[in-house]
Nanobody, 119 residues
Framework: QVQVAESGGGLVQAGGSLRLSCAAS????????MSWYRQAPGKQRELVAS???????TYQESVKGRFTISGDNAKNTVYLQMNSLEPEDTAVYYCYANLVINTREYGYWGQGTQVTVSS
C-alpha cells in the first residue's frame, strides 16, 4: 500500500520560515520525481517546486530565491525549505510523488498540510 505523507505545516509570521517534509512508503521500486503543489482558497492548485531522480529541480517563479526543494533518497523523502514567507504563500501544500511500480509510473498525492502566513 503506497502512502505519501506530508508534515511540517503551521502558522508563521511574514518573513519567517517553515520546512515541509514528504515521505513516500509502500510497494514501489523507485521514485522518478517528487513535487510540491499548493492551493489557496478560491484558487487552482499550482506547482511550487519539483525535483527529479537525477537531481534536476524546478521552481515556480514567485518562490525562486525563497524556497528550496531537496531530497533524501535513503529516506524516500523530499523537503521544502520555505524562507521569507509572505501572506500570499498561505495555502494547503500538497506533495505529489511519481513512483515506479512494476516498470510503470504512477502518481500519488499526499493529504496536504496547511501553511498560514500572518501579516
Amino acid at each position: 500500500q503506497v502512502q505519501v505523507a506530508e508534515s511540517g505545516g503551521g502558522l508563521v509570521q511574514a518573513g519567517g520560515s517553515l520546512r515541509l517534509s514528504c515521505a513516500a512508503s509502500g510497494g514501489f521500486s523507485s521514485i522518478n520525481a517528487m513535487s510540491w503543489y499548493r492551493q489557496a482558497p478560491g484558487k487552482q492548485r499550482e506547482l511550487v517546486a519539483s525535483i527529479r531522480s537525477g537531481g534536476r529541480v524546478t521552481y515556480q517563479e514567485s518562490v525562486k530565491g525563497r524556497f528550496t526543494i531537496s531530497g533524501d533518497n535513503a529516506k524516500n523523502t523530499v523537503y521544502l525549505q520555505m524562507n521569507s514567507l509572505e501572506p500570499e504563500d498561505t495555502a494547503v501544500y500538497y506533495c505529489y510523488a511519481n513512483l515506479v511500480i512494476n516498470t510503470r509510473e504512477y502518481g500519488y498525492w499526499g493529504q496536504g498540510t496547511q501553511v498560514t502566513v500572518s501579516s
